[in-house]
């Protein structure tokens, strides 16, 4: 294209993007005289409540941030142009002037191709400079033009400087992560890709794409993320709102399944046999073997009468309840229903009558009907029945040995149930207890993230939140770094109730260099796990490997590298063993350098110290290593975790090391 036909493109289409941002104005105004108004216009106080919600709702979607672009692309369809951007925007007569991104014509701008043009012409890519266009690229496909992941404008994305929170990635989903990102509703998919490929990103998007596909079922049944702790979580919480999704619950599996506070810790071997996929089983014939037979017939007084119930049909009672395979507190109640209804017959027959609704209330809380109920379907909370295990375990049998029955025997049993210390394992045997008891309510869909480390126990937890809904699992057996890491993801899908889903691999990482992705690598052979390696598409980074001769001047070494660090742009990270934290910290304070902790996103400090077993998911733009043997040395998956923390760095890695280098990435 001439310049100066460039240049009035350009133009065009900045006039394009004002009168979009001045329509979008227009429709949050409009909104917000709804919302102000809906609560005259609504019949009934219900109503009002939902529509406003729902009001709200759209204001807070129609918000215009003016640092993100309103359209990042646009495609040549026959006569017709499509601008694709974040959320739909229309003109005053209702006519389109951006797609949603989530739109079935948009697929196209991630999908079309030379080999499979989908009808598309020309696909536009626009460059922004802090939401002013800036540029734009253009791949003519029906002249056999593709750019694929060499297109200018992916490659200055994939590498910006990282500061702050992470951001969507709607320009520049690439067609593979697509295909993951706009699978049905009923797909459960469980996705393997080496570190930066995008898995988290993948989640998000899907959610929101599922969200925007199938919004009125998922509002009532809800969608859950779920990542491993609140560094993480603050990490990405903002990824959904810019995307227009304001009401999807975000948590950790702890503070999901957290019935009550955690005030002791397990040794390791307590909590391998607590997180033991036999423990469901455990758990469920202790609470079971709480049945017994009626022994007694039951005699109910009712004024001048005396209602007998003999002993066969409270048998037959109690037996049926038990094939119904109901929930025990379920059955119980089903019970108690059951043994009304026998008394209520009776009164009929007696009387001719109907008894009333409080005669019912009335005969299903007497003595007698309760005590027959306590005696034979005992009324059971999550905490009396893990209590009863652990202050017993030998109730477990043989699905336990007798060292796994003393390695979760309570070494002091609590005065009574309330006073217990619970530790974050009893948590997952508590919420067994409580899947055991009721039924969980099922969220429509569930994004699990650093699902590797699930343990078969928490996996039964989020099946249980999800047994009516569909799932994406998101993780890398290599970086599994829990004690229960699965080595298999048909293990977990299996533990999760989704034994059929397949398992995707992606293998294009989006964020570590080359240089860096060849040094982790190095590790892969040693974690014991199946999977292929990452390539990575940046060619740019850099890579030091500093040995430091006297272990006292490492401290000081790191410190002199973050100054370094702090002449380029981005984000700086020390990452370091747990127990070197605080004195790192203790350094930076002392030398004056700001610096933040992982889960303050609200900082404006470069730089922060993060505990290798916290920065999993995370990126920065410069990560500094602080001796790396120290870190394997902490945990039995210290080469694991070395993998997850030396995959971190967008730009430059430095790894600082006075004790010689891990064997597997030994420099000769
Ligand atoms: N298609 C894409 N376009 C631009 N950036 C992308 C794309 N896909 C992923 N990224 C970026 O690459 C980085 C890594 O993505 P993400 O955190 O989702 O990877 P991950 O596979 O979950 O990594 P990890 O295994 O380390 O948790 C992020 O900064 C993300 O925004």
Redesign the pocket.
Known sequence: MPVSDLDTELSTERTHLTESRAALRRMRGRAEALFSTGDKVAGDAYTAEQLGRHMARRVKELADDPDTPLFFGRLDIEENAYHVGRRHVTDDAGEPMVLDWRAPLSRSFYRASVRDPQGVSTRRRFGFVKGELTSFEDEHLDRGEELGTSSRI?TA??ERP?VGP??D?VA???PE?DELVRAELSDSICVQ??????????GLHRAAFLLYLHRERLRRSGVLIVGPNTAFLSYISAVLPTLGEVEVQQSTLDELIGRAPVKAVDPPPAAAVKHDVRMAEVLRKVLWSRLAKPSEPIMVPDGSYRWRIDLEPLRRTVDEARREGLPYSVGRERVRARVVGLLQRQSEYRSGNSPSESWLRKMSKIGPVTGFLDACWPAVTPESLVAELLTDPSVAGDLLTEQEQEAIRWVKPPKAVKSAKWTAADLVLLDEAAGLLERENSFGHVVV??AQDLSPMQARAIARRSEHGSITL?G?LA?GTAPWAATDWREILGHLGKPDAPVVP?TVG??VPEAVVALANRLLPALGVNVPEAVSLRRDGDLAVIPVAEPADLDARTLAEVTAALAHEGSVAVIAADAAVDRLRGHLTAAGIEHATPDDVESEARVMVVPATLV??L?YDHVIVHEPADIVAAELRGLNRLY?VL??A?TRLSVLHARPLPEPIKID
């Open positions: 992916l994305e994939i990282r992470m951001r990635i520049t989903i690439q992560q890709g080496a570190p930066g490929t995008g898995k988290t990103a993948v993230d650093e998101l890398d970086q992606l989006f964020r999993k998911g990126e997850v995959t971190r967008v």
